[in-house]
């Protein structure tokens, strides 16, 4: 069973940066014959999930959308098979609740764009004050 823990948010000044973790289970990074996607996505209360990044297990293939490029970076650490966000430059507006989620696939842009994931954690809160 596939299973994913988002941690690490928090409350941050604007401008500063915080690291999110996404620890996975019941799949193993290193499976080069089968990649899962891995991806972050955020939901502000009334508003609907916007889907940000992801990243291919096995080959560490990165989609990015346009609103998150050179501030947002995704990476993951094959040995832990945990993924991490990390989020620089942090405004107001990027204040939710941060969600990982996994598909049985390899990253693309129709995973994120259409918030099509198979697998979900429970999300982990960011709050950017101005």
């Known amino acids: 069973e596939v299973q994913l823990q988002a941690s690490g948010g928090g409350l941050v000044q604007a401008g500063g940066s915080l690291r999110l973790s996404c620890a996975t289970s019941?799949?193993?990074?290193?499976?080069?014959?089968?990649?899962?996607?891995i991806g972050w996505f955020r939901q502000v209360p009334g508003k609907a999930r916007e889907g940000l990044l992801c990243?291919?297990?096995?080959?560490?293939?990165?989609y990015y959308e346009d609103s998150v490029k050179g501030r947002f970076t995704i990476s993951r650490d094959n040995a832990k098979n945990t993924v991490y966000l990390q989020m620089n430059n942090l405004k107001p507006e990027d204040t939710a609740v941060y969600y990982c989620?996994?598909?049985?696939?390899?990253?693309?842009?129709?995973?994120?764009?259409?918030?099509?994931?198979?697998?979900w954690g429970k999300g982990t809160l960011v709050t950017v004050s101005s």
């Open positions: 989620a996994a598909d049985d696939s390899k990253c693309w842009r129709g995973l994120i764009r259409g918030n099509y994931m198979d697998f």
């Open positions: 019941g799949f193993s990074f290193d499976d080069d014959d089968h990649d899962y996607a």
């Open positions: 990243i291919s297990s096995a080959d560490g293939f990165t």
